[in-house]
T-cell receptor, first 117, second 109 residues
Framework: GAVVSQHPSWVICKSGTSVKIECRSL??????MFWYRQFPKQSLMLMATSNEGSKATYEQGVEKDKFLINHASLTLSTLTVTSAHPEDSSFYIC?????????????FGSGTRLTVV | DAKTTQPTSMDCAEGRAANLPCNHS???????VYWYRQIHSQGPQYIIH???NNETNEMASLIITEDRKSSTLILPHATLRDTAVYYC??????????FGQGTELSVKP
């Protein structure tokens, strides 16, 4: 149980275009989802927290107009990287938290490798 | 900021126990300690979590000191597949998991 599916697993896009990443909880309802970014050889950095039906809360230094987060249902959150630039190339990982999970929440997706060329 | 400190790297011989320490001296009374690991280019995998008491599951054991200022994750019989970065995390009051730098564990044959 407690599976989070993240799609796509990798994407290459041209500079200036937008990319959408999906995060789905497959067998539980995710009241809260978290989005992280990870650069090579570094740890995960929390970008934002989203609760179903409300606006996301962004961490300090994360541009909310560039990283659009939508959490429209209890099983789906999306992260859209708008007007992507090469410096946005990174590994993006979502995490979902919901009731009834054996580990008291926090199941992670498998990540999305974004390369902006 | 992460509320934990861990050694940057550790080695362990295959088949031996791997003991990974973590300091969390500023932990407050109702904050849980979580352990995750990340194998290269994958999402973090849950290992175990605890509040005060020692915990054990099929993957590992978690030993938390009485003052709760530190803990140790024990992998009883490390295998090559346990090579990963191990993160010790104190869940913050807002329910967020803030990752520190973790310990890169290398299990060697």
């Amino acid at each position: 149980g407690a599976v989070v599916s993240q799609h796509p697993s990798w994407v290459i896009c041209k500079s200036g275009t937008s990319v959408k990443i999906e995060c789905r909880s497959l067998d539980f309802q995710a009241t809260t989802m978290f989005w992280y970014r990870q650069f090579p050889k570094q740890s995960l950095m929390l970008m934002a927290t989203s609760n179903e039906g409300s606006k996301a809360t962004y961490e300090q230094g994360v541009e909310k107009d560039k990283f659009l987060i939508n959490h429209a249902s209890l099983t789906l959150s999306t992260l859209t990287v708008t007007s992507a630039h090469p410096e946005d190339s990174s590994f993006y990982i979502c995490s979902a938290r919901g009731g009834g999970q054996a580990n008291y929440g926090y199941t992670f997706g498998s990540g999305t490798r974004l390369t902006v060329v | 900021d992460a509320k934990t400190t861990q050694p940057t790297s550790m080695d362990c011989a295959e088949g031996r126990a791997a003991n990974l320490p973590c300091n969390h001296s500023t932990i407050s009374g109702n904050e849980y300690v979580y352990w995750y690991r990340q194998i290269h280019s994958q999402g973090p995998q849950y290992i175990i979590h605890g509040l005060k008491n020692n915990e054990t599951n099929e993957m590992a054991s978690l030993i938390i000191t009485e003052d709760r200022k530190s803990s140790t994750l024990i992998l009883p019989h490390a295998t090559l597949r346990d090579t990963a970065v191990y993160y010790c995390i104190v869940r913050d009051q807002g329910g967020k998991l803030i990752f520190g730098q973790g310990t890169e564990l290398s299990v060697k044959p």
